[in-house]
């Protein structure tokens, strides 16, 4: 049985949880609704995340393979004297947008696959396939930005779940039914009371009427 809230038993106290227990029960139904439509949003970008997840590592996978065939074909140094000229990708930006009032990120940024002349190594140093590894490394990158931005909106969207789950537990559990036991309580005492008051006049008025009697 929950603990009873310290409140005196009075009428009036009596009044004010009862409206606080009605209070209680809408906030838990909206924190439940919430609950619910969190875990919702939650598997859907979860399934958005397996498969980019997949698309990023079988981008990966050629990615590497085109790699090794571009260094027997140019040659260890060569390539890497090829990456050092090779100009910066331009920088991304992060903002922030809400699901359900919790704060993701959203990641904005122009695509990362450019054009070879937009590289920064000069063609005469260079060959098709450095410019597929180049482009395929490119298009890696951008599933990589994508994933970051789903991953992170899905452990806050995790952590918001988890919260609103506590608070959910906390009102169904706890709270109202702590509230509940204590109407129960003062309903009782009230009931106590005013049998001993209905007593006492009973004495009361048989007294009087004794003595009124005599």
């Given at each position: 049985?929950?603990?009873?809230?310290?409140?005196?038993?009075?009428?009036?106290?009596?009044?004010?949880?009862?409206?606080r227990?009605?209070?209680?029960k809408?906030?838990?139904?909206?924190?439940?609704?919430?609950?619910?439509?969190?875990?919702?949003?939650?598997?859907?970008?979860?399934?958005e995340?397996?498969?980019l997840?997949?698309?990023?590592?079988?981008?990966?996978?050629?990615?590497?393979?085109?790699?090794?065939?571009?260094?027997?074909?140019?040659?260890?140094?060569?390539?890497?004297?090829?990456?050092?000229?090779?100009?910066?990708?331009?920088?991304?930006?992060?903002?922030?947008?809400?699901?359900?009032?919790?704060?993701?990120?959203?990641?904005?940024?122009?695509?990362?696959?450019?054009k070879?002349?937009?590289?920064?190594?000069?063609?005469?140093?260079?060959?098709?396939?450095?410019?597929?590894?180049?482009?395929?490394?490119?298009?890696?990158?951008?599933?990589?930005?994508?994933?970051?931005?789903?991953?992170e909106?899905?452990?806050?969207?995790?952590?918001?779940?988890?919260?609103?789950?506590?608070?959910?537990?906390?009102?169904?559990?706890?709270?109202?039914?702590?509230?509940?036991?204590?109407?129960?309580?003062?309903?009782?005492?009230?009931?106590?009371?005013?049998?001993?008051?209905?007593?006492?006049?009973?004495?009361?008025?048989?007294?009087?009427?004794?003595?009124?009697?005599?």
């Amino acid at each position: 049985m929950p603990n009873i809230l310290n409140v005196k038993p009075t009428r009036m106290e009596l009044l004010k949880l009862r409206k606080r227990i009605q209070l209680a029960k809408k906030g838990h139904k909206l924190l439940k609704d919430k609950q619910d439509a969190l875990i919702m949003e939650f598997f859907t970008i979860y399934d958005e995340a397996l498969s980019l997840r997949r698309e990023l590592n079988s981008k990966m996978a050629e990615a590497f393979d085109v790699l090794r065939m571009t260094e027997i074909d140019t040659g260890m140094l060569k390539l890497k004297e090829i990456s050092l000229s090779v100009r910066a990708n331009k920088e991304v930006e992060i903002r922030r947008r809400n699901i359900m009032g919790v704060p993701v990120p959203l990641i904005e940024a122009e695509s990362f696959k450019r054009k070879p002349d937009e590289r920064g190594y000069a063609f005469v140093s260079s060959s098709p396939r450095v410019d597929l590894a180049a482009e395929k490394f490119e298009e890696v990158l951008e599933l990589a930005v994508r994933l970051a931005e789903v991953e992170e909106t899905l452990k806050r969207l995790a952590n918001e779940i988890e919260k609103t789950k506590r608070r959910v537990n906390a009102l169904e559990y706890i709270i109202i039914p702590r509230m509940e036991e204590t109407v129960k309580f003062i309903k009782q005492r009230l009931d106590e009371m005013e049998r001993e008051n209905f007593f006492r006049l009973k004495r009361v008025k048989a007294i009087i009427e004794a003595r009124a009697g005599t």
